[in-house]
């Protein structure tokens, strides 16, 4: 799978499980497994997604992706609200290895609740919610740079193709 993390929050790192909303995007959530095998490598749940899971994740991810750019209706705001208070946060706990441990009853539903919550706190603390500069890209990220004047999703992917165009675009004009 074609997962990026360059989010810089769980909440955008879901959003970006649809790629490419520069053009039509491009589904990676495209099958329970594929839920599963996102909530695993983000540590928000390890059991199996079932077809229903899969089915209000994508609902709840666009819910998220209008939300953060300012863009949420009434409906996606309730839905987060709803969202989040649908099951109690799990506790986190330390293991031995220094992973979390989350031991929920359920635990997809209390992944989508962390999920929304996450939303939330992003979008309640004012803060800068970016799509990449880079015009084949459309990933969304959190720009928590000095100087809040982050262009790019990821340096070593659209930062530097960006500066190699420029790069070649000046020596092409010389
Ligand atoms: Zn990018």
């Known amino acids: ?13 879901f959003v970006n499980t649809l790629r490419d909303r520069y053009a039509d ?10 839920l599963s ?3 695993g490598l983000t540590g928000l749940a390890s059991v199996p997604a079932t077809s ?3 089915t209000f994740a994508l609902v709840l991810r666009e819910s998220i992706d209008r939300t953060a750019r300012s863009e949420g209706s009434a409906a996606d705001i309730r839905l987060l609200n709803e969202t989040a208070a649908a099951v109690p946060l799990p506790v986190p706990q330390l293991g031995s290895s220094g992973r979390y441990l989350l031991d929920v009853p359920d635990p997809v539903p209390a992944a989508f609740a962390a999920l929304a919550v996450d939303a939330i706190e992003l979008v309640a603390s004012a803060p ?11 990933v969304r990220f959190l720009d928590a740079s ?3 004047n982050r262009q790019w999703c990821s340096m070593a992917k ?10 070649y675009a000046r020596t092409k004009g010389s």
């Open 1 to 13: 799978m074609d997962w990026v993390f360059d989010g810089g929050r769980v909440s955008l790192d």
């Open 25 to 34: 995007g491009r589904e990676l959530l495209v099958s329970p497994a594929a």
């Open 37 to 39: 095998e996102w909530l």
């Open 52 to 54: 229903d899971d899969l």
């Open 128 to 138: 800068l919610i970016r799509v990449c500069a880079a015009d084949d890209c459309g």
């Open 146 to 148: 000095p100087k809040r």
């Open 158 to 167: 659209c930062g530097n193709r960006a500066k190699a165009r420029a790069h």
